[in-house]
């Protein structure tokens, strides 16, 4: 659906080269398609003097160079194609299959959900495991992907005394999306898993597995499984998941 008409996309300055186009201010898968078809257009339309588009949950922020095209100019540039903005175009995205071991040792709190959802912790990984999940915006740590929506049974607020560091492949539950840790940093969510699945590495062209506008699936694996995990692995992987 066309937002012609809408009072979206609104545009305020972020310093002297940046320009944020402001939708709906909601998650929501809907709002994101929009910004994804904002994205698209600008991309085809190769305005020259963009040099970055970074999409968030409810805005896309468009860094610039100024001395190749001036602030009042490059609205004027947006004017011509937002009225094509949609919901339901058509963006190129995928879908990635992460092997996951879920519980004991790598989900710390699996045991403590399912008591507080009053499941199984069993239930708890069957009902994690059982969608697809998109992905909103990469952010918080390089790479890091936010994920929803989770059954709301799962959905729970902060932990009270967060975690100074967990490892890098910590997969947790943060109210009611799935993020997977990219290096070692401190978390206030809850644990669940653990993926050996490299999802960012600054030495690769992307560095990021993982787009916004994309899906990921989360899918359990052995302790074993993930203690074995080698290169070798991670192709025999990707060959049978994700090509």
């Given amino acids: 659906m066309s937002i012609e008409n809408n009072q979206y996309p609104s545009y ?8 944020v186009a402001q939708f709906e201010n909601f998650i929501s898968i809907d709002v994101s398609r929009k910004i994804q078809s904002f994205l698209y257009m600008i991309k ?52 990635v299959h992460i092997p996951v071991a879920f519980g004991g040792e790598y989900g710390l709190d ?9 499941l199984t912790s069993t239930e708890v990984i069957k009902k994690l495991q059982s969608k697809s999940y998109y992905v909103y915006m990469i952010g918080f740590i390089a790479g890091y992907p936010y994920c929803g929506n989770i059954d709301e ?8 005394n967060p975690r100074m ?5 910590t997969v947790q539950i943060a109210d009611k999306q799935v993020g997977i840790f990219t290096m070692d ?5 809850h644990i669940v898993g653990w993926t050996p699945m490299e999802v960012f590495n600054p030495h690769h062209l992307p560095p990021g597995l993982l787009s916004a506008g994309d899906y990921v699936k989360l899918e359990p694996v052995s302790s074993d499984f993930v203690k ?3 290169k070798e692995k991670e192709k025999e992987w990707n060959r049978n998941w994700n090509m």
């Fill in 12 to 19: 305020y300055p972020m310093g002297d080269r940046a320009i």
């Fill in 44 to 95: 085809k339309q190769d305005i020259k003097g963009v040099m970055e588009l970074l999409p968030a949950y409810n805005n896309l922020t468009i860094v610039y160079n100024p001395v190749i095209i001036k602030y009042d100019e490059l609205i004027m540039e947006f004017k011509k194609i937002e009225k094509d903005i949609s919901d339901d175009v058509k963006i190129e995205s995928k879908t």
């Fill in 110 to 118: 699996i045991d403590e959900i399912a008591e507080r959802s009053d």
């Fill in 153 to 160: 049974k799962l959905r729970f607020k902060r932990r009270s």
């Fill in 165 to 169: 560091s967990v490892k890098k492949g």
């Fill in 185 to 189: 940093a401190p978390s206030g969510w």
């Fill in 228 to 230: 074995t995990w080698d």
